[in-house]
Nanobody, 126 residues
Framework: QVPLVESGGGLVQAGGSLRLSCAAS??????????MGWFRQAPGKEREFVAT????????TYADSVKGRFTISRDNAKKAVYLQMNSLKPEDTAVYYC????WGVGARAAREYEYWGQGTQVTVSS
């Protein structure tokens, strides 16, 4: 098990920025064994892929809707993954979840991720 805790959500105006953090518990094993991903779910919609980063952090992948605005990064020493969100739009409003995929390669599909955080709300006002 890898307990994950997200933080950093909140209310921001369109065009603003937020930085989400996701911390893994120290009891969750070797953090660098997990590819990490960010997903989001808006009210009445399916959970959707946002970004993923490989175990070493050398490779990242983004959804087209956030490419150029969001940046995913990780610090394996701190057992943390981050999502820097710039130029936020009202359509970015959602609950954001981080997820961990043991021995993963950075997948887009939510079903590849075994462990999930509880989510953090991001609301972008117009």
């Amino acid at each position: 098990q890898v307990p994950l805790v997200e933080s950093g959500g909140g209310l921001v105006q369109a065009g603003g920025s937020l930085r989400l953090s996701c911390a893994a518990s120290a009891s969750g094993g070797t953090f660098s064994n997990y590819a990490m991903g960010w997903f989001r779910q808006a009210p009445g919609k399916e959970r959707e892929f946002v970004a993923t980063i490989t175990r070493t952090g050398r490779s990242t992948t983004y959804a087209d809707s956030v490419k150029g605005r969001f940046t995913i990064s990780r610090d394996n020493a701190k057992k943390a993954v981050y999502l820097q969100m710039n130029s936020l739009k009202p359509e970015d409003t959602a609950v954001y979840y981080c997820a961990a995929d043991l021995w993963g390669v950075g997948a887009r599909a939510a079903r590849e991720y075994e462990y999930w955080g509880q989510g953090t709300q991001v609301t972008v006002s117009s």
